[in-house]
């Protein structure tokens, strides 16, 4: 059982440079969400998707956009790729719709730098 | 904006020392409540979690929390810690009137052999 896969794991990009993290979970779970990891902040939400169809703002959303392409992928997109957007990235799904009563399952990562 | 605050950022202790690691939320109606643990290079697992009924909670590997509505604050403790609970631990939380589950700044625990 697969769970939640992340690609890429590592990226190194040059500020200006765009990319897509992709995302997708075989649990049938209705909502993803993606994080950001930073030393000393925790995870610090950058968009979700309660449902297959929703997207909504998280606390970081400036400078990402993300498409919930179908019920299992969720992808993370930088138009403009930043050095404050270098970060550890994660994406998780959970059962219910937005979370509620349910557990969270994370991916591994992914380890981005913008240089 | 709803938060939730971990106050201890690092903790060194020596193995079979007890451990305690407070979380505390902001008010805004029914919680259910998480504690995720993060292994050195490893992504966050669940440790354990509160939707309702006994307020004290058990979770693996010895690990409890307690509920406390009044303080809201939803605490970790292990009576008795080893080399390998040496991770980061997160508290967690959602809010009924939200769709999200927010974080809070974790706890880096190192447990000294």
């Known amino acids: 059982n697969a769970g939640v896969t992340q690609t890429p794991k590592f990226q190194v990009l040059k500020t200006g440079q765009s990319m897509t993290l992709q995302c997708a979970q075989d649990m049938n779970h209705n909502s993803m969400y993606w994080y950001r990891q930073d030393p000393g902040m925790g995870l610090r939400l950058i968009y979700y998707s309660a449902s297959e169809g929703t997207t909504d703002k998280g606390e970081v959303p400036n400078g990402y956009n993300v498409s919930r392409l179908n019920k299992r992928e969720f992808s993370l997109r930088l138009e403009s790729a930043a050095p404050s957007q270098t970060s550890v990235y994660f994406c998780a799904s959970s059962e219910g719709r937005g979370g509620w009563n349910t557990e969270a399952f994370f991916g591994q990562g992914t380890r981005l730098t913008v240089v | 904006a709803q938060s939730v605050s971990q106050h201890n950022h690092h903790v060194i202790l020596s193995e079979a020392a007890s451990l305690e690691l407070g979380c505390n939320y902001s008010?805004?109606?029914?919680?259910?409540l998480f504690w995720y643990v993060q292994y050195p290079g490893q992504h966050l697992q669940l440790l354990l979690k509160y939707f309702s009924g006994d307020p004290l909670v058990k979770g693996i590997k010895g690990f409890e929390a307690e509920f406390i509505k009044s303080k809201f604050s939803f605490n970790l403790r292990k009576p008795s810690v080893q080399w390998s609970d040496t991770a980061e631990y997160f508290c967690a939380v959602t809010w009924t009137a939200g769709n999200k589950l927010t974080f809070g700044g974790g706890t880096r625990v190192l447990v000294k052999p």
């Open positions: 008010y805004g109606g029914t919680v259910n």
